[in-house]
């Protein structure tokens, strides 16, 4: 039971280049999440998908799309990166009415 | 959408004495309230939750309270140890999301 797993660990993009963040699950979990995690200003909620087949923006959505590709993976695509989105990002999966379980985190820097 | 505020932004306690960070939330939907605790360079990590329908909750040396009506919450660390060293976070849950405070740098002076 690998719980919620992400890849890649670290990356290094130019401004313009595009890239896919994976993630999934283990737990069964319908809900999933990507938050963004900056100096100072806690998680703030890109996307999530309250369930298979959904997807709904968060606080911070601007440059970001999400694919809900089954129950267990959602993935965040970053199609033009630019310098405001170095930041780390969690994904995170919870069952209904609960919360709980982040993944380890993608460390994303965009020169 | 929900606010969360979160005070206070760092926290030095002297090991063995308690710690209290106090949350605030704007949306009187929101049901559901972890907490959670992030070590440096890894991902946040549950330790304690409380419903709205409960005013407290208790594990071990940690507890939580809730006033519905003031719309605020708080966590209280006792006796306090050099592994509570960390940033702690509050949240709140509101129709699938979950809106987190700015986060508490808590360290424990040994």
Not at chain 1, 16 to 37: E, F, I, V
Not at chain 2, 69 to 87: M, R
């Amino acid at each position: 039971n690998a719980g919620v797993t992400q890849t890649p660990k670290f990356q290094v993009l130019k401004t313009g280049q595009s890239m896919t963040l994976q993630c999934a699950q283990d737990m069964n979990h319908n809900s999933m999440y990507w938050y963004r995690q900056d100096p100072g200003m806690g998680l703030r909620l890109i996307y999530y998908s309250a369930s298979e087949g959904t997807t709904d923006k968060g606080e911070v959505p601007n440059g970001y799309n999400v694919s809900r590709l089954n129950k267990r993976e959602f993935s965040l695509r970053l199609e033009s990166a630019a310098p405001s989105q170095t930041s780390v990002y969690f994904c995170a999966s919870s069952p209904a009415g609960s919360w709980g379980f982040f993944g380890p985190g993608t460390r994303l820097t965009v020169l | 959408g929900e606010n969360v505020e979160q005070h206070p932004s760092t926290l030095s306690v002297q090991e063995g004495d308690s710690a209290v960070i106090k949350c605030t939330y704007s949306d009187s939907a929101s049901n559901y309230f972890p907490w959670y605790k992030q070590e440096l360079g890894k991902r946040p990590q549950l330790i304690i939750d409380i419903r709205s329908n409960v005013g407290e909750k208790k594990d071990q040396r940690i507890a939580v309270t809730l006033n519905k009506t003031a719309k605020h919450f708080s966590l209280h660390i006792t006796e306090t140890q050099p592994e509570d060293s960390a940033v702690y976070f509050c949240a709140a849950l509101n129709d699938y999301k979950l809106s987190f405070g700015a986060g508490t740098t808590v360290t424990v002076r040994a």
